[in-house]
Every structure is written in C-alpha cells, then in structure tokens.
C-alpha cells in the first residue's frame, strides 16, 4: 500500500520504486525504462502515474486565487490570462527545481535547510514556514466556510469549525495515497464541472479570450491592472508547496539509483507539469467566467466571493449558477486544506525532526489555522472576509523568498546534487524568476498595506 507519510514513495516516483522484495534499484531501471519511450503519455499511463503534481496543482486554484481571478476578469474581461498563463509557467519551473532537488539528493527542502544553516536560522525557517501554511489555511477555510454559508446560510464560525472537523474525518487513519489521490482528484473535477457549466451559462468570445493570453502595452500602461496581474502571479506561487512537493519525493530519491533518478525526475516532472496545466485550465476558466458573466454586462467591481454569488442568479436568469459556483468554492476549499494539512506535516519533520503519528501532526495543523481564523472573527467580524484572504496573501508573500531562495541555492550545488545540479543557463533563469517573484511580490504587499 502506498502511504503518504514521508516514509516511502508514491505516484509517479513509485511507479518507478515499485519493484520486487529486494531489488529496488534493478526494478527501479526496469521501471525507468517504461519512461524512455516517447514524451507524450497515454492516458492509461498518464492516470497510472499521477502523484504529487496532483496535490500541487490544488494549491494553486485555492478560494485565495478565485478572488484574485473573479477581480481581474469583472474589471478588465480577458485582458489578464496573460498573467495566469505567466504566473503558471513560473510555478511549473518552480516546482520543477523542487522535483530535481528531492530525487536527486533523496532529501526534502525542509531537510536540507535543517543540514545546511545553523540552528537559529533553520527555527527562523521553520517558524515563517509555519507561518506562511497557516495563511494558507486561513483563506482555505474561509473560502470553504463561505461556501457553506452561502449553499445553507451557516455563519463563518461554526462553517470554519465544520470544514476544520471535515477534513480531519477525511484523513483520520487513512495514510493511503491511492485513497488520497482518488479524494483529491474527485474534487479538482467538481471544480472543473463548476465552471464548464457557468462557461455553458454564459457562453464567452472565445476569440477574444484567445486574444487574453497575449500580453498587451495596456498591462504596464495600466497601474490599476498592473497591479492585479502582480497579484495573480503573486498568488500563485505558493511557499507550502515547494515544502510539500520535496517532501513527497525525497523517500523515492533515496531507493533509485543514479541511472534511474533520471527517469524518476522526468516522470514526475511531467506529473507536474499536467497537473499544472489542469490548474491554469482552471485558473483560466475562473477569469474567463468572471469576465463573460460580470464584465460583458457593465459590473466591474465584483471583488468579493459573496458578492459574484448574490448576482449570478439575476445576471445570468438561471436558477443553479449561483448554486454551481458554491458548490466549486467548497470544493477547491476542502481540497486546499487537505494538501495545507500534509505540508504541514512534512514541514514540521523536515526541519524539527520531529514524528508524531499522523492524526496529531494534523490535529497540530488544523488548530494552527483555526486559532487565526477564529481571532480574526472575533475582533473584526464576519463581514470583511475579503480583507482576510488579502491578508493571507500578503503573509504568503513575504514568506515566499524564504522559500525559493533556499530552493534555487540547493539545486545550483554540484557537491549536493552531482550531475543533476543545475547549468550555468539554468542558473541565470532560474535567479531571474527569482528576481521578478520577489519584484513582484513587493509591489503586491506595497500597495496593499498602503
């Protein structure tokens, strides 16, 4: 049985570890032989292989990027899937480095950084870390407790509590990725549904979207929508999931050999790659429905969750839009907080080197997310939940370098990696996405602390 608890491979990185008691490496070359054929994949074995890029991709189309993407396409329709398309691109390298980082070393980021820095810097990490997959959290829970009040009419806290308890039942005793990877996936595809039915409600200019994924002059020429094309790649490049995804892969990176560790690292990037490209499909319908819905029709400042649902019904003269669009926020909320409940897991093992069975690691992180939230209710109310999910992303900028930084040091090493350290070129790009990230990232927190 595959598990999920850091201690042995699963997904596609098992596809190449699954071998005969007693021969890993030589079933492992076996294995990695079925991957030397050519690139694109049949579905059979697409499916087959399908791992953490599956629980990757959930991060990026959480209840925080659904009002980022709901704000860009009301105000200015397609004009911003250039920045989806962008911002996806980055987080595919990104978590490319995090693929070649963990089977190559057999180590997750948490683990290296916990080797590699003094004690008071990996608990500086550790703590921002932690703190960057509470706010992560923090909008999951409160996009999946918005999504409840809005589908039955139950107040945040007790829809907060109710999301906290439900994804707790979900993964109580279960450490099974098969079981995980079937959860996941039939959520991203309620999600999915969700928004193919509203695209059938109000049918888009599909050559003006085509149009949307060519960058424009108007987008620096516009500070306005400048700044909400730095929110959407601000937004989408998530620090928990560079922990999460070297998390999963380090154990099959410690049974391959080096001439399967090639193998291993193309099959999983390409499990990356597809499952990013499900979650800029999604991203991208997001935007495309708020601009087919709100911006064709003159509203333009539809910002807020609560808000786009109140006017589905009336806009469109339907009576399940505004129901189809609850039902994908809950969705994308309770998918979010499983894969935020196992980073923290492998964060806290990473760096703290600390095993707890995986019902009180979760526990741990589930009322480290809740404790926030509820605070947060209880000072401000209930009202402001936008300002709330701002706020999460603000956190999750900050932490971000903290992150990508330490990442993109680690995979430039040749006495760490060997042959599978980073080129010269490689090095260059990599430093300048880098760069743009954080560029980015401090005009986003700029402008929204001011």
């Known amino acids: 049985m595959d598990t999920i608890s850091g201690r042995r491979p699963f997904g596609a990185a098992a596809a190449l570890t699954a071998a005969a008691p007693g021969s890993s490496a030589a079933s492992a070359g076996r294995f990695a032989s079925r991957f030397g054929r050519p690139w694109f994949p049949s579905w059979r074995r697409l499916i087959g292989t399908a791992g953490p890029g599956l629980l990757i991709a959930v991060g990026y189309i959480d209840p925080g990027n659904w009002a980022t ?8 329709g397609y004009a911003l899937l250039s920045m989806v398309l962008i ?20 180590k997750s980021l948490a683990e290296l950084s916990r080797a590699a820095y003094s004690r008071p810097v990996v608990l500086l990490l550790w703590l921002l870390a932690e703190v960057a997959m509470v706010a992560t959290d923090l909008a999951e829970l409160v996009g999946g407790a918005i999504a409840l009040k809005l589908l039955f009419g139950m107040d945040l806290v007790p829809g907060v ?6 994804t707790l039942v979900l993964l109580f005793g279960r450490d099974d990725w098969r079981w995980l990877r079937g959860l996941v996936c039939g959520l991203v595809v309620v999600i999915a549904a969700s928004f193919a039915a ?73 499990d990356s790659n597809v499952s990013l490209s499900l979650a800029l499909l999604i991203n991208a319908a997001i935007l495309i429905a708020a601009g087919a819905i709100f911006h064709a029709r003159g509203l333009t400042e539809i910002t807020d969750l609560g808000t786009a649902y109140a006017l589905l019904d009336p806009v469109l003269g339907s009576s399940i839009a505004a129901t189809i669009f609850a039902i994908g926020l809950l969705a994308a909320g309770q998918s979010s907080t ?18 707890l069975s995986p019902v009180v690691r979760r526990l741990i992180t589930r009322l480290a997310a809740l404790g926030p939230v509820l605070i947060y209710f209880a000072v401000v109310g ?27 040091h680690f995979v430039g090493l040749r006495r760490l990696m060997g042959e599978f350290a980073l080129v010269r070129s490689a090095k260059l790009l990599g430093w300048g996405l880098v760069l743009l990230i954080l560029t980015l990232n401090a005009v986003l927190i700029f402008e929204a602390l001011a």
């Open 69 to 76: 993407d709901l704000g860009g396409g009301s105000r200015y």
């Open 87 to 106: 911002a996806n691109l980055i987080a595919m390298v990104a978590q490319a480095l995090c693929v070649r980082l963990a089977i190559a070393t057999g």
């Open 161 to 166: 509590l109710l999301m906290s308890v439900g």
């Open 198 to 270: 509203l695209l059938c409600l109000a049918p888009p200019d599909w050559s003006m979207v085509a149009t949307g994924f060519l960058p424009t002059p108007a987008l620096v020429a516009d500070p306005a929508m400048l700044l909400l094309g730095i929110g959407i790649i601000g937004a989408t490049v998530m620090p928990h999931n560079l922990y999460l995804h070297s998390g999963l892969l380090a154990p099959a990176g410690r049974v391959l050999d080096r001439g399967a560790k090639q193998g291993a690292i193309k099959a999983n990037v390409r």
């Open 338 to 355: 499983i894969t935020g409940t196992l980073a923290g897991q492998l964060v806290m093992e990473g760096f703290l080197q600390i095993r």
């Open 382 to 408: 209930e009202s402001d939940t936008t300002r709330l999910l701002v706020l999460s992303q603000v956190v999750l900028s900050l932490q971000l370098p903290f992150a990508l930084v330490p990442l993109l």
